[in-house]
């Protein structure tokens, strides 16, 4: 698994627009409920330009993100939901190679949570 986050300029400053995971065909366990991909770096920085689109990926939604206490510096990916999507959208998942995630979800659900935390105490 291959992390590489994709700067673009927004607002005249360079931003980091998509966290993007990439794996080979079949390496990717679709069978879990929940797969657990790391927030930290390093990972590679990439201009938006240098996307690869040949590449078959999917996207993942803000509703598709989840956080678990007991992994810490990781997010969740809910591949039930993921799956559906792409069933529904004629995609086969089997055929993925990278997951696209935009950072500006991976930062909501990064609040949210502190957010939710905060309530609870």
Do not use: C
């Amino acid at each position: 698994m291959n992390i590489t986050v994709f700067y673009d300029y927004f607002e005249s400053k360079l931003a980091p627009i998509w966290y993007v995971v990439s794996f080979r065909k079949g390496e990717f366990d679709w069978s879990k409920e929940t797969v657990y991909i790391p927030l930290q770096a390093p990972f590679q920085r990439q201009q938006v330009e240098d996307f690869l689109p040949d590449r078959l990926g999917i996207s993942v939604t803000l509703g598709e993100l989840t956080l678990n206490q007991d992994k810490p510096g990781k997010f969740g990916i809910y591949l039930p939901a993921l799956k559906k999507r792409a069933v529904e959208n004629k995609v086969d998942f089997w055929e993925v190679e990278q997951l696209i995630i935009r950072v500006e979800d991976i930062e909501e659900l990064l609040h949210m949570n502190l957010f939710r935390e905060g309530i609870a105490s």
